[in-house]
C-alpha cells in the first residue's frame, strides 16, 4: 500500500542554519504530495504542495520539490528562524481509484534556537 | 489565518457528561472530516461527510457521533468518553472527497481533555 516515510526527530537547528528535512514516499499512480505544519499548541497548516513530477511547491521561505525518479519531496529552507519551531508532517493523497485518504509521515519535531 | 473555526478550543469533561464540538466552514467545501491527533502524533481520520452524507467511518467507537447539519457545519457529540480519548480533534475541509489533487484545509482543533 501507500506509504511515506520521514527523517526522524527531532531535528534541531541554530538561527539562519539550513534545513533539510527528507520524505520519501511509495504510491501506485501519481500522487499529490503535501507538507503540513504544526506550531506548538495549535492546529494543522497546509505549508505548500505539489500535484505532479518535477512541481516546486513553496511557502514561508520552504520549498519541497516532487521528484518521481526518487520518490521525494523533501523539504528545505535556507535560513531558519526560531518561529520556524514546530512539527512538520508530509503527506501523499493516490490518485489510485477513489482514494479518500490522505497517508501521513510521522512528523519530524523541529526546534530553532536562537 | 484557517477559514475552518473550531469551537470550543479547550474543553474538560467527565467521563458522564455529554458535550459536542463544532464546526464551520465558508469556503464552499463539500466534504468535512473530524481527525483524532496525539501529541506529535499525525492526524488519524475518523469521519468524512461528503455532500452532507456520512461516507466513511473509520469504526470509531460509538460514544463519538458525527452530525452534518448543512453543508457548512460539522458537530462531533460525545458522550460516556473514556480518558484515553483525550487528544486535540481537528475538524477539515476540501472541495470533494476524493483526495485526488484535493487541499484538505485544517482548523486549529479542539483540545479534549476527559478526566
Known amino acids: 500500500g501507500d506509504s511515506v516515510t520521514q527523517m526522524e526527530g527531532p531535528v534541531t537547528l541554530s538561527e539562519e542554519a539550513f534545513l533539510t528535512i527528507n520524505c520519501t514516499y511509495t504510491a501506485t499512480g501519481y500522487p499529490s504530495l503535501f507538507w503540513y505544519v504544526q506550531y506548538p499548541g495549535e492546529g494543522l497548516q497546509l505549508l505548500l504542495k505539489a500535484t505532479k513530477a518535477d512541481d516546486k511547491g513553496s511557502n514561508k521561505g520552504f520549498e519541497a520539490t516532487y521528484r518521481k525518479e526518487t520518490t521525494s519531496f523533501h523539504l528545505e529552507k535556507g535560513s531558519v528562524q526560531v518561529s520556524d519551531s514546530a512539527v512538520y508532517f508530509c503527506a501523499l493523497s493516490s490518485n489510485a481509484g477513489n482514494n479518500r485518504k490522505l497517508i501521513w509521515g510521522l512528523g519530524t519535531s523541529l526546534a530553532v534556537n536562537p | 489565518d484557517t477559514e475552518v473555526t473550531q469551537t470550543p478550543k479547550h474543553l474538560v469533561m467527565g467521563m458522564t457528561n455529554k458535550k459536542s464540538l463544532k464546526c464551520e466552514q465558508h469556503?464552499?467545501?463539500?466534504?468535512m472530516y473530524w481527525y483524532k491527533q496525539k501529541a506529535k502524533k499525525p492526524p488519524e481520520l475518523m469521519f468524512v461527510?461528503?455532500?452532507?452524507?456520512?461516507?466513511i467511518n473509520e469504526s470509531v467507537p460509538s460514544r463519538f457521533s458525527p452530525e452534518c447539519p448543512n453543508s457548512s457545519l460539522l458537530n462531533l457529540h460525545l458522550h460516556a468518553l473514556q480518558p484515553e480519548d483525550s487528544a486535540l480533534y481537528l475538524c477539515?475541509?476540501?472541495?470533494?472527497?476524493?483526495?485526488?489533487?484535493?487541499?484538505?484545509?485544517f482548523g486549529e482543533g479542539s483540545w479534549l481533555t476527559v478526566v
Open positions: 469556503m464552499g467545501h463539500r466534504a
Open positions: 461527510y461528503s455532500y452532507e452524507k456520512l461516507s
Open positions: 477539515a475541509s476540501s472541495q470533494r472527497d476524493s483526495t485526488s489533487g484535493n487541499t484538505i484545509y
